[in-house]
């Protein structure tokens, strides 16, 4: 009669057990794994080569950007991409929105909204220009 008690609360048990959740507080975790670290994510609005470059009369020139989403760190693989008075533009330093030339690889941060379209649609709060390797 007791053998047949047991087996149901040990069955009881093994289920409460397994479905809760430990009491794991953020200090403890903290303890647990590496504060600082070499490693890095930065994940782009869109990063690729520009392929499309026109400049409209209210200041702002919008850019189309095409790239591969293979190991670029983007969230999208192409988009127009508009460029304000307020895009920080960098090539080691700031740059001028003129800067921007078809051909060059860029990695965008966007601001607000986009537009999920195909091509999807944005506007840059940041644009990094990546040097061209002298090698390739």
Same mark, same amino acid.
């Given at each position: 009669?007791?053998?047949?008690?047991?087996?149901?609360?040990?069955?009881?048990?093994?289920?409460?057990?397994?479905?809760? =959740?430990?009491?794991?507080? @953020? +200090?403890?975790?903290? !303890?647990?794994?590496?504060?600082? =670290?070499?490693?890095?994510?930065?994940?782009?609005?869109?990063? $690729?080569?520009?392929?499309?470059?026109?400049?409209?009369?209210?200041?702002?020139?919008?850019?189309?950007?095409? $790239?591969?989403?293979?190991?670029?760190?983007?969230?999208?693989?192409?988009?127009?991409?508009?460029?304000?008075?307020?895009?920080?533009?960098?090539?080691?330093?700031?740059?001028?929105?003129? &800067?921007? !030339?078809?051909?060059?690889?860029?990695?965008?941060?966007? +601001?607000?909204?986009?537009?999920?379209?195909? @091509?999807?649609?944005?506007? &840059?709060?940041?644009?990094?220009?990546?040097?061209?390797?002298?090698?390739?």
């Amino acid at each position: 009669m007791k053998l047949k008690l047991i087996i149901p609360m040990m069955v009881i048990l093994a289920v409460l057990v397994a479905c809760s =959740t430990p009491n794991t507080s @953020p +200090e403890s975790v903290d !303890e647990v794994l590496p504060t600082e =670290t070499d490693s890095q994510l930065v994940v782009y609005g869109v990063a $690729g080569n520009i392929t499309e470059r026109t400049a409209n009369d209210d200041g702002t020139i919008v850019i189309l950007v095409e $790239g591969e989403l293979d190991n670029n760190g983007a969230d999208y693989a192409r988009g127009y991409v508009t460029v304000n008075e307020d895009t920080v533009i960098y090539l080691d330093v700031a740059m001028p929105m003129d &800067a921007l !030339e078809e051909g060059q690889y860029v990695t965008v941060f966007f +601001e607000g909204d986009v537009m999920e379209s195909d @091509p999807i649609q944005a506007t &840059a709060r940041q644009i990094n220009i990546v040097p061209e390797d002298p090698e390739n």
